[in-house]
Structure formats: structure tokens, C-alpha cells
RNA sequence: GGCCCUAUCGUCUAACGGUUAGGACGGGACCUUCUCAAGGUUCAAAUCAGAGUUCGAUUCUCUGUAGGGUCACCA
């Protein structure tokens, strides 16, 4: 980067809905863009639309981004920025460059009246840092409308006012917004101000290569979703930084410090990422290494309290009691020796390699999980506790009268 | 459909004119192991197509093709 001074990145995401994977990543980025470059990063709440916006809905943002680590420097609500809007959009009338339209309202809701902007027709190149130059010819844009009234404005007007008052010097958005540029370029030399160097994202797919959506992807999309199903946050940041970005070296692990470190605009990919959750369990496995090892004991601990087995006592089917080279008489015996071992781990153990491990172990583990497929015995039995685990032995035992 | 963006293994990607096209996820095999998982070793797997430019193209140019985004008094 040229300049590493007075940076100022924004994230702009409207309050219509709850934190949304492909918001958190555009995050993301102008998080570890404005740490990387000592900027400052802003977050804005685009509540213009009072029908949708809600304030729940700014919450649960607000919230998910705090429990991602991605904090803000400043924050505004555009709701409280009226006046801001109404003196800039009398100026534009005054000088000519928005007008008051008469309309034939088509929808219910609609004004008679709205603001238009008076497009000049002219060509717009832009440079994007990730896209290059990037040309439209405004003309097929007409006259768009910039506020429902002086008092309303709409999305175009109100992001180049405030990304202007805000002395925003950096826009990272997604792609999808690629198409917007032109129409916020025009209102920005309208209103004299100095133009942004953006840089368009590229966006996030489902597995069918299309974008992701509230509608057709449901529970996948909320950041929430992958909160209460445990994610840890690095995790989560480490695998939407790979989609799109990588460091140039084979490292693939990063905390979000790391990540600000090694963060460098230049390597964003130009072309979207398809989204692959098994990727992320991927990631979310090699950050729990990085844990302590109590908290992940306690992590894979609390997630095989989840299995039924743990919680009722299994149904045993007596025939698979004995491991494979063994009677059930042999099983019968060894479930009877361990009874008193199951508190004696190093004991248990020990018997085990005597007895022969098979001979042991799985008749034990079968005993406590009724599974042909579980953890070990002897997390079984740190979980169980050893008063469970013995009745759920000697039950066992019992059957194999 | 108009406009715009994109194009390396199934997926995430490395390569910034010269490599046996590398890594990771996932998959296969094997080892380890009381089962599962984990771990270890290992195998398969890609430059969209066609023209140029060049001694030499994954890389540069053009065309085609494919995919995607966007076309509100939403953001």
C-alpha cells in the first residue's frame, strides 16, 4: 500500500435482517484492511428504510460482530442523519443536479412526488483494487430516484453523503455492488465529493454457484447459527478470510491478529468462493488444538453429552457384548473383574493389556455406550461418572447370565 | 435480454513467460488402534475452447463458451 495514513474503511449493513455470513466477511476485510494499515474502521447502521429496518435486527449485528472480535472504532445510525441528507439534497436542487418529479405512484406506499437525480449521460471509469479499471456508461441509468422526499432519502444518496462526511477513503464491498458504483460516482461529483477507491469483494456461492440467500439457504447464513453450534470465532474468521484471500505461503491457520498481520489487499482473489462447511469443521478442528488442553477435553466433553447414550442408559444386545475373539463367558468374567477397576484408570489399563485390550475395553465400551461405534471407555467413564457406569456394567454383566 | 464481473484438481487456492502445474479440504489405500474419531504414510484428481504475441504460455491480447452479479420510490 502507498499510503498508510489516515485510512478509513466503513462496513455499511442495513438492519433488515440478522447477521449474515457474507456481512460478517465483508467485515472481515475492512477490519483487517483498516488494523493492517493503522485505519480506522467505522461501522454504519443504513436504517433509511423504516419499513424493514429493525432494531432488533441492529442488535443481533451489532452482537454477532462483537462475538466475532470484529469491533468498530466509530459507529452511526443513518436514521439520526436526516438533516445531513435533507441539506445536501436541497443543495443538489438548488444547483441543479437533483430535482423534484412528478410521479404516477405504481405501488401502494409510492409518492406523487420523489427526488430524482439529473443523470449527465457520461461514461464513468473507475479503478478497482481487485478488478482493475472497471467502465459503464451511466446513460442507461435515466434519472434515478435519489429520495422518496426531502426528508427520505434512499440508499445511493445517503451512503455517498455519509461515506463523503465520514472521510471514507476506502470502500470494501461485495461484488454485488459493483453495479452500484457508477450511480454513487455520479451523486459524488454532484456534490463535489472526492471519490473513494473501491474495491469490490468477490462473493461468497452455494454449492449450485450462486449467491448466497436468506430464502434459499435458511439457518447456513446467520452467523448465529454457527454461534450456538460451538464455532469458535477465529475459526470462523480464519475460513472466510481463505475464501478469497490467502497469505501466499503454504500456512493456512491464522487467529485474527495473525490474520491482520499477514493481511494484504493485493492477494484477494477476483473470483467468488464456493461455500464448504467441510472446510470449516476443518478449521474450527485446528483452532481447537490451539486451545488448552482442559477446554478441549471440556469442548469434545460436552459434545458426547449430547449423544442419547449418554443421556438414557442404551438397550444391549447381548450377542455383541463379547469382542470378536472372545465368549461371552470370558466377557462375562473380565466386565466382572473391571466392576471394581472403573474408578483405578491406570489399573483398568493395566488389566486390559494383561487380559488382552479387546477382551476388555469392548465390552466395557459396549456396556456404556450400546454403540458399536463410540469414544473410549475411558472418556465413557469420565463422563458417565463411576456410579453410572458400574450399574451400566453390571447391567451388562446381568444379561449375560 | 442490456450492462458488468469471473474462469487452475469436486471445493479453497499457489504460480506474477520457463515448475514433473505446488499446498489444503474432501475422497481412495495402507499403518496405528478395543470400535469410532484422531494421528501417520500414500494415491488419484486441474490450467474452459480456439486463434494470436513469443524461442517459450496457466500467466499477455482477441474471439467464443460457460458461470455469476445487477437492472426498485430495498440496501
New binding site residues.
Given amino acids: 500500500m502507498e499510503s498508510t495514513k489516515n485510512i478509513v474503511v466503513r462496513m ?3 438492519p ?1 435482517g440478522n447477521l449474515h455470513i457474507g456481512t460478517a466477511r465483508a467485515t472481515l476485510f475492512n477490519y483487517l484492511f483498516a488494523k493492517k494499515y493503522g485505519g480506522k474502521f467505522i461501522l454504519r447502521s ?4 423504516k ?3 429493525k432494531k432488533e435486527y441492529e442488535d443481533n449485528i451489532l452482537s454477532g460482530l462483537s462475538w466475532l472480535g470484529l469491533e468498530h472504532d466509530e459507529f452511526f445510525r ?1 436514521s439520526e442523519r436526516t438533516q445531513i441528507y435533507v441539506s445536501y439534497v436541497k443543495q443538489m436542487i438548488e444547483n441543479g443536479s437533483a430535482y423534484v418529479s412528478k ?5 401502494p ?4 412526488e ?1 427526488i430524482r437525480f439529473r443523470n449527465p449521460n457520461k461514461k464513468i471509469a473507475f479503478d ?1 483494487l ?8 451511466t446513460t ?2 435515466g434519472d ?2 435519489i429520495a ?1 422526499s426531502l426528508e ?5 444518496l ?2 455517498v453523503v455519509d461515506d463523503h462526511e465520514m472521510k471514507v477513503t476506502h470502500i470494501l464491498r ?7 458504483t457508477p450511480r454513487q460516482i455520479l451523486i459524488q461529483e454532484a456534490i463535489g465529493a472526492v471519490r473513494p477507491i473501491y474495491a ?1 469483494l ?2 461468497i ?1 452455494d ?5 448466497l ?1 436468506k430464502r434459499k439457504h435458511g439457518a447456513m447464513v446467520w452467523i448465529d447459527t454457527y454461534k450456538e453450534e460451538e464455532y469458535l470465532p477465529d475459526a470462523l474468521l480464519n475460513f472466510f478470510a ?5 497469505p ?1 505461503t ?1 500456512r ?1 491457520i491464522f487467529s485474527l491478529s495473525e490474520l491482520v498481520e499477514a493481511f494484504d489487499i493485493e ?1 484477494v ?8 462447511i ?2 470449516l ?2 478449521f474450527q ?2 483452532h481447537i ?1 490451539l486451545l488448552p488442553e482442559e477446554e478441549q477435553t471440556a469442548l469434545r466433553a460436552k459434545e458426547i453429552k449430547e449423544e442419547d447414550y449418554i443421556k438414557t442408559a442404551p438397550k444391549l444386545d447381548v450377542e455383541k457384548i463379547a ?1 470378536k475373539t472372545s465368549t461371552k463367558a470370558e466377557a462375562k468374567a473380565n466386565l466382572e473383574r473391571s466392576l471394581d477397576l472403573v474408578a483405578d484408570k491406570d489399573g483398568l489399563m493395566k488389566f ?1 493389556e494383561g487380559a488382552g ?2 477382551n476388555v ?2 465390552p ?3 456396556a456404556l ?1 450400546g ?9 465413557l467413564i469420565d463422563i458417565l461418572g463411576v456410579e453410572e457406569s458400574k450399574k451400566r456394567i453390571e447391567k451388562a454383566i446381568a444379561q449375560l447370565q
Avoid: C
Wanted: charged residues 35%.
Fill in positions: 455499511a449493513p442495513s433488515t443504513e436504517d433509511t428504510d419499513e424493514r429496518s443513518q410521479e404516477e405512484p405504481k405501488e406506499g409510492q409518492r406523487d420523489v478497482d481487485i478488478r482493475g479499471t472497471v467502465e459503464f456508461d442507461e441509468l434515478f430516484v422518496r427520505e432519502p434512499l440508499y445511493h445517503a451512503v461485495g461484488e454485488d455492488h459493483i453495479s452500484n469490490h468477490p462473493l456461492f454449492a449450485e454457484h450462486k449467491k440467500s481463505f475464501m478469497g484471500w490467502n501466499g503454504e493456512e492477494r482473489q477476483k473470483n467468488a468462493a464456493v461455500f464448504n467441510g472446510k469443521k476443518w478442528k485446528e488444538k469382542w486390559a485390550k479387546g475395553l469392548w466395557i465400551r459396549y455406550s454403540k458399536d461405534k463410540s469414544p473410549d471407555p475411558f472418556t
